[in-house]
């Protein structure tokens, strides 16, 4: 494979930001992304200026949907290196995601030495103040341009980068989440797993409601009861109840596999904390919190590392969760994610990939 880079002109770079505090998240991007087609196999992979696509107002992607995504990110580490953190997890995902969609497999070596490239040259783009990262979405779309509901023969997969800071405007502070007790995300048997579109689409009209409340993201409960705790938004979620830490499991199919998630399991265990993966009713944490011994909860993901969250809107009530404050687990937990990732500390498990 040959990664072909088309030279920009210096009149053609933008302007960088002015300053790592507003930076905001998803908001600026640089000045290259990678593309590939795919037309029964992948071409060689382009690293050109970042600009809109030319699409067929018919392709599949713009009328049904089948997309998908990942969501990554590359650390500045101390030493100046470019750390990215469990890389094979986003492409194993994304695989996943794509065969859940009817879509091709993605050729490795494209995701990754491509990746690896355009990080190199847009390494400059990476802020380097702590919670701040170069957001990394690979895309992939199905292309055709024609009606009826059939899978694309066509894709297109690229690669943009986002300089990025905290995803909550707050930083690393308590959060409020809404619970959604009649809007679904996803059923057993859908697509609630794989990393695609409309599972996102679908989540915009309660993700107004819960603004309109003060909140900041929605919680969702499983479809079939309305009963059991699955995950939130963009980030997978943690209870600590009696010192043992809970999460939901994921056999279910509806939820995202979190790579945050999976590592906070095994960080947490590693500390000697006890880890159970089981549904939590709504109930349940509602009368923990009301008697105290749900101590603290938190959301995972890549965009927001590990969200402290303060408050959970329940039908018509908000129940605070600790006085508003960041518990010692969450804080721990975080301390060690954000040290690995940032090369603060010695990455006892082999997590982060450096590109030099
Ligand atoms: C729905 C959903 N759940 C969980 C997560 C967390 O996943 P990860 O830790 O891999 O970022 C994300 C973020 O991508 C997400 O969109």
């Known amino acids: ?54 699409l067929d107002p018919a392709a599949i ?12 990110k590359a650390y500045l580490s101390r030493s100046g290196s470019i750390n990215l953190f469990r890389p094979n997890k986003n492409v194993e995902r994304f695989k996943a995601s794509a065969a859940r969609m009817v879509m091709p497999s993605i050729d490795d070596n494209i995701y990754f030495e491509g990746l690896k490239e355009l990080l190199r040259l847009e390494k400059d783009w990476i802020p380097s103040s702590i919670g701040s990262s170069l957001y990394i979405r690979p895309t992939m ?38 619970v959604s007790d009649f809007w679904i995300r996803a059923a057993p048997g859908g697509t609630g797993f794989a990393k695609t579109g409309g599972n996102y689409g679908a989540s915009l009209l309660v993700g107004e409601e819960a603004t309109k409340k003060g909140c900041d993201q929605v919680l969702w409960l499983d479809a079939i009861h309305k009963k059991y705790v699955e995950e939130v938004g963009a980030m997978n979620i943690f209870f600590i109840i009696d010192d043992v830490i809970y999460t939901a499991p994921l056999q279910s199919g509806t939820i995202l596999a979190g790579v945050t998630r999976e590592s906070l399991i095994y960080m947490a265990k590693d500390l000697g904390y006890k ?28 965009a927001a590392s590990i969200a402290p969250v303060g408050a959970l809107t329940y039908k018509t009530e908000e129940y605070v969760i600790d006085n508003f404050e960041i518990g010692p687990i969450s804080q721990t937990l975080y301390d ?3 040290g690995i990732q940032y090369g603060l500390i010695s990455d006892p498990y082999n997590w982060i990939v450096t590109i030099n």
């Open 1 to 54: 494979m040959e990664i072909k880079v088309v030279p920009l002109a210096k009149e053609e770079l933008k302007p960088k930001y002015e300053s790592e505090e507003n930076l905001g998240f998803g908001q600026i991007f640089t000045d290259r992304m990678l593309v590939s087609h795919y037309h029964e196999g992948w071409s060689d992979p382009i690293i050109q200026k970042y600009e809109p696509l030319v």
């Open 61 to 72: 992607c713009l009328q049904y949907g089948q997309s998908i995504f990942e969501g990554q």
């Open 141 to 178: 779309l199905g292309i055709d341009g024609r009606l009826g509901v059939q899978p694309s023969k066509k894709f297109l997969f690229y690669i943009i980068l986002s300089p990025s800071g905290s995803f909550f405007p707050e930083g690393f502070k308590p959060v409020k989440i809404y």
């Open 275 to 302: 880890v159970n993966e089981e549904a939590l009713s709504i109930e349940r944490i509602i009368n923990c919190i009301k008697n105290k011994t749900l101590t603290e909860c938190f959301g995972s993901g890549t």
């Open 336 to 338: 060690k994610l954000i």
